[in-house]
């Protein structure tokens, strides 16, 4: 397993959550020992998350501001406020 400096993580292949500890997602689902972690800034990881709950939960305090937020589960990836 690896850890990044900056602590973003978020697993493969059911679905790609994310995760500052690597140990919880933000959505509350718990990382299975063979998940593979992938780097991914604080600034970039809403265009690497699929899970809407991760992204929910993560926007008010990581959220880019110049994205806007998605609405639902089906509005990934992030668009970019234009
Ligand atoms: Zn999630």
Known sequence: MQRWSDGVEYDKPSKRHITLN???T???TAIPDDATFKPVTLERWPMYTD???CAYR???D??????IR???SADFPP???C
């Open 22 to 24: 690597g140990e919880v």
């Open 26 to 28: 933000h959505c509350g």
């Open 51 to 53: 899970c809407y709950n």
């Open 58 to 60: 993560l926007w008010p």
């Open 62 to 67: 990581y959220g880019p501001a110049d994205y």
């Open 70 to 72: 998605p609405k639902n």
């Open 79 to 81: 668009r970019r406020i």
